[in-house]
């Protein structure tokens, strides 16, 4: 099999593979109801403490949900695996690494994109801001960034997923931090110096900061170095996460603890 083919078509075998024992109707209430909610909520409470404007809820929120399908599918995809006993015969093959993992990571950052972009949409329009139609193509590429971000930082819980059990407990620990630090609902000037400086080398940061500065008219070019560094966070993120899977895969071989977890 070519790289290309491993890469395009196994990553969409594996992520159709995702719904094997759910119905693909469950990703309503998940990636379609729950953004919006979640949008309202900070919305209004935002309204009731006078801090902050209802652009900066919409923003914020809508990016920050790209954590859901970026995290848990990018965690499931590798570490769903071993659950169902297929590890041991993924790692078994000849294929090439990086194709055969980070082909598993296109359909996840394609459903992290357009989650996000709904939610920025609908939830916009519900609570009624404006943002300057010249805005739009670089806010959607500002989701796009995001979303792969989020996906790097998706292959590292699922590295460490092989080796514990109970990765739905971990994904929504690392969705609680992204949150919580990334300014997604309290700028980053109002965080604890300490949070703030650990939100720098997280996925979402920049790539909201980034968002929030386009639809206040701010120039694409002004926001340029926002983008590079969201996409930075998430390379290196993403390398993290396949440098611990091949180190894992190594010593699994040696010492046979692939299932141990």
């Known amino acids: 099999m070519s790289s290309a083919r491993l890469f395009f078509v196994g990553g969409l075998l594996s992520y159709r593979a995702l719904f094997g024992w759910l119905s693909p109707w469950i990703l309503i209430p998940t990636y379609v109801v729950a953004p919006i909610f979640q949008i309202l909520l900070f919305v209004y409470i935002g309204r009731s403490a006078g801090v902050q404007s209802d652009e900066f809820y919409v923003i914020g929120n809508a990016l920050q949900y790209a954590a859901i399908p970026c995290v848990f599918a990018?965690?499931?995809?590798?570490?769903?695996?071993?659950?169902?006993?297929?590890?041991?015969?993924?790692?078994?093959?000849?294929?090439?690494?990086?194709?055969?993992?980070?082909?598993r990571?296109?359909?996840?950052?394609?459903?992290?994109?357009?989650?996000?972009?709904?939610?920025?949409?609908?939830?916009?329009?519900?609570?009624?801001?404006?943002?300057?139609?010249?805005?739009?193509?670089?806010?959607?590429?500002?989701?796009?960034?995001?979303?792969f971000a989020c996906t790097g930082l998706g292959l590292t819980t699922a590295a460490v997923g092989l080796l514990a059990r109970d990765t739905a407990t971990l994904a929504n620990i690392v969705f609680g931090i992204l949150l919580v630090f990334?300014?997604?609902?309290?700028?980053?000037?109002?965080?604890?110096?300490?949070?703030?400086?650990?939100?720098?080398?997280?996925?979402?940061?920049?790539?909201?900061?980034?968002?929030?500065?386009?639809?206040?008219?701010?120039?694409?070019?002004?926001?340029?170095?926002?983008?590079?560094?969201?996409?930075?966070?998430?390379?290196?993120?993403?390398?993290v996460g396949y440098s611990t899977i091949r180190v894992l895969e190594w010593q699994s071989r040696i010492h046979a603890t692939l299932e141990r977890a």
Do not use: C, Y
């Open 182 to 239: 990334t300014g997604a609902n309290v700028a980053l000037s109002d965080l604890p110096g300490w949070m703030s400086t650990i939100a720098q080398g997280l996925p979402l940061t920049h790539g909201i900061e980034a968002a929030r500065r386009l639809a206040d008219g701010a120039s694409f070019a002004s926001v340029g170095g926002l983008i590079a560094a969201e996409a930075l966070v998430g390379l290196l993120w993403g390398l």
């Open 74 to 103: 990018m965690t499931n995809t590798i570490a769903g695996e071993r659950d169902q006993n297929t590890l041991g015969a993924v790692l078994a093959t000849p294929a090439k690494r990086i194709p055969l993992f980070l082909g």
């Open 105 to 147: 990571s296109l359909p996840v950052i394609v459903n992290g994109f357009f989650v996000a972009s709904f939610a920025f949409i609908v939830g916009g329009a519900l609570v009624g801001i404006s943002v300057p139609g010249s805005a739009v193509p670089g806010i959607a590429l500002v989701i796009l960034v995001t979303a």
